[in-house]
């Protein structure tokens, strides 16, 4: 019984200390554009990490994503110059420039500092993109960094924030406390009864 109260004890603990995420989006496609180097700039929205981002492809096959400090990509025509992180990736073809996402789990998340711009690209691509300028935090790129203003990619960035664990809120206290009361009288019920039979 002992057991059981310490393990809903530490349940009522962690439940509040989970990570808090958010999503910067953009997914209106029209078009598509094939190319070495497309990708997009964004700006973080917390200080944190970004952990997955979603795009959409037009094309089946590997490619390596590449993650930069900074708007411009790379900062050099045709080339992924230094990233600050990269990893191989396979691409798979969603069929159609209005509908579908693919998912990409970074395998190291990218560290992001609220207001600042990251930008990422693929060595090699074919992307649904928006000529109407959707996402206002920054802009398609082509080439590793050069920005096509008023162009944007079809993405999204999970955005997971950083520091202290959040404090729960009075009626989070509230419902872990009657939780943790209904757990209590239930423990008691059960070990009332095993003394009487």
Known sequence: MKRFLIILALFAVWLPGQALAQTISQTVGGTNLAGIGVGQSFTATVTGTVTQIQVRPRNTGAST??????ATGSGINGSPGTPVSSQAVVL???GSNTTGLQTIVLATPLPIVAGNSYSFAFSASDMAFNTAAPYV????LAGYD????GWDLVFT???VVAGPTPVPTLSEWAMILLGLTLAGGAAVILQRRRFTV
Do not use: M, R, V
């Not at 994503?65 to 900074?70: A, P, V």
């Not at 935090?137 to 398609?140: K, N, P, Q």
């Open 65 to 70: 994503l590449y993650f930069y400090n900074g």
């Open 92 to 94: 798979a073809d969603q």
């Open 137 to 140: 935090g920054g802009d398609l």
């Open 146 to 149: 050069s920005p096509l203003g």
């Open 157 to 159: 960035a999970t955005e």
